[in-house]
């Protein structure tokens, strides 16, 4: 991965977001969009044998629903969790179409190989030791989203996924389809997102502002449907390990006040899991007041 380190910078602090090339990993990319659109041509009844059970995310199904009164996203979804190893349940994994876990697994080692690239990179942007941030993430847990939007005649009433920034450290976005969808919001407006094509779209994350304590920022993002055309996408999630703290990193509040809370990971999955998609709602209630 080429790098300019000043564009580099005013990316991860100004916007959150940017889009990775030359990134070695298209043909297992290429792979995993077959079988992801595979997936969801496949029968309901067929999808189903993934659905998710109550009160997990997990499988076939929708997104951070909280309450029966809440209005839905315009999208199907299927998460899985592929790292750690300890922590798979292949009754979610689909059996068909056939390559599908073989496919998966490896997808989400390559991308764990680039996230962890990432973060030396960053950890050198932020003028600490190149392992700072990859050791936070030695047992880090790894999620993949496979989104489905269908079109939808009144596509300007809906939206595919509300706006929200991720919870996670790092997520690496792969567009399926050449539909565009995704939005980004940038000085109180919404800028329309074009993927160049076999690139790695890369949003930084609510843990990694909370953790470079406001150095780099997450991004509020969207997804829009289109009138007429299906668009497919596939998020992958990168957090540390359920036996991390989130907060600020030590070596960056040794002259500087945290300006964010520390809590246990467990305890911060729980918040995460228990909130509906509301803007960076879950920043505001990390930030010290």
Request: hydrophobic share 40%; with cysteine; charged share 25%.
């Amino acid at each position: 991965m080429m790098t300019n380190w000043r564009n580099f910078m005013l990316l991860c602090r100004d916007w959150g977001f940017f889009q990775l090339i030359n990134h070695g990993e298209s043909e297992t990319i290429d792979a995993m969009k077959t079988v992801t659109e595979e997936f969801f041509k496949l029968p309901l009844e067929e999808k189903m044998k993934c659905a998710q059970l109550p009160n997990t995310i997990e499988g076939y199904g929708q997104a951070f629903v909280v309450s029966e009164e809440q209005k839905l996203d315009w999208g199907d979804m299927m998460f899985i969790l592929p790292l750690p190893i300890a922590l798979r349940n292949f009754r979610f994994w689909p059996q068909n179409p056939q390559s599908f876990r073989e496919t998966l697994e490896e997808y989400s080692n390559k991308l764990h190989g680039v996230s962890m690239k990432l973060f030396k990179l960053m950890s050198i942007n932020l003028g600490v030791e190149p392992e700072t941030i990859s050791k936070k993430f030695v047992n880090f847990t790894q999620g993949i989203r496979m989104n489905y939007y269908p079109p939808c005649p009144e596509a300007g009433k809906v939206l595919g996924l509300a706006p929200h920034s991720d919870a996670t450290g790092l997520t690496l976005l792969v567009q399926v389809n050449e539909v565009q969808g995704l939005q980004i919001r940038k000085n109180s407006k919404w800028v329309p997102i074009k993927p160049i094509h076999g690139s790695i779209i890369v949003n930084i994350g609510d843990v990694m502002e909370i953790m470079s304590n406001g150095e780099y920022r997450s991004i509020e993002h969207r997804a829009v449907v289109n009138f007429e055309k299906e668009r497919l996408s596939i998020a992958a999630f990168h957090n540390p390990g359920l036996e991390a703290m989130i907060g600020p990193m030590a070596e960056l509040v040794k002259e500087k006040t945290p300006k964010y809370k520390t809590i246990d990971a467990q305890d911060y999955v729980k918040l995460v899991i228990n909130s509906k998609l509301d803007g960076k709602s879950l920043i505001d209630h990390m930030k010290i007041q």
